[in-house]
């Protein structure tokens, strides 16, 4: 942009005084109106509703405790919003650089219990697996905190379900929302692992979140 200053003169009714008058007249030059540059986020825009992609399966299980499939970098953004403190990974593969590198970013612990994912009739869940994990879900310390598998469903949801014994939920309730995640894909054995999970070593431990009975 630069001022341009114009001069006029113009007389009065008797033609005799003239009088001066001097304009300042501001000039744009179109190419000085580019955009500004703007660098990128390595993560879309928290905000942003329209990058704001949660995760296969994802759910509130209680205050501070989520769960889903295994997260991937388009739920990125959204995890941001979670503030997550750390990640229950049920899956024995390693965690992708990209996840990783995310995690790190984020101050997110992760603990990983590789839990095998079998097929019936060969299910085999480790109790003392569950167990641990459990102690990581009943700290508050971690939470926020996610817990996940590979789809979101068995391994995410028998460990859900022990959570729920826990809490005092009648194997009803325990098994309708097990089946809500699983489907059509939903295992007797996983019903009859966590209708069998002792939780009295863990009885201890305190509930710091939600433990209503249903």
């Known amino acids: 942009m630069k001022i341009d200053h114009i001069s006029t003169t113009s007389a009065t009714n ?4 003239a009088i001066c008058r001097t304009f300042e007249v501001a000039v744009f030059d179109r190419r000085d109106l580019s955009l500004p540059t703007v660098v990128a986020s390595p993560y879309p825009v928290v905000g942003d509703e329209l990058n704001l992609i949660p995760p296969l399966n994802f759910a509130m299980v209680d205050n ?8 991937d970098s388009a739920n990125f953004s959204f995890l941001q919003t979670l503030g997550l403190r750390s990640i229950i990974c ?15 970013d984020g101050g997110i612990k992760l603990y990983q219990f590789g839990i095998e994912g079998y097929k019936e009739p060969f299910v085999n869940i480790p109790q003392d697996t569950i ?10 310390k971690n ?6 598998c590979k789809r979101g469903k068995h391994r995410t949801g028998c460990l859900v379900g022990c959570l729920r ?18 489907a059509a894909k939903a295992r007797v054995a996983d019903q009859r692992f966590m209708e069998l999970f002792d939780v009295s070593t863990l009885k201890h431990m305190p509930l710091s979140f939600s433990c209503s009975k249903r």
Not at 64 to 71: D, E, K, T
């Open 14 to 17: 008797g033609g005799d005084t």
């Open 64 to 71: 501070g405790i989520f769960r889903s499939g295994f997260p």
């Open 90 to 104: 049920l899956c024995p593969e390693p965690y992708p650089e990209a996840t990783t590198e995310f995690l790190k």
């Open 131 to 140: 167990r641990e994990a459990l102690k990581v879900v009943l700290d508050a």
């Open 143 to 148: 939470h926020p905190v996610l817990i996940h």
């Open 165 to 182: 014994k826990l809490q005092k939920w009648c194997l009803t309730s325990i098994f309708d929302e097990y089946q809500r995640f699983a």
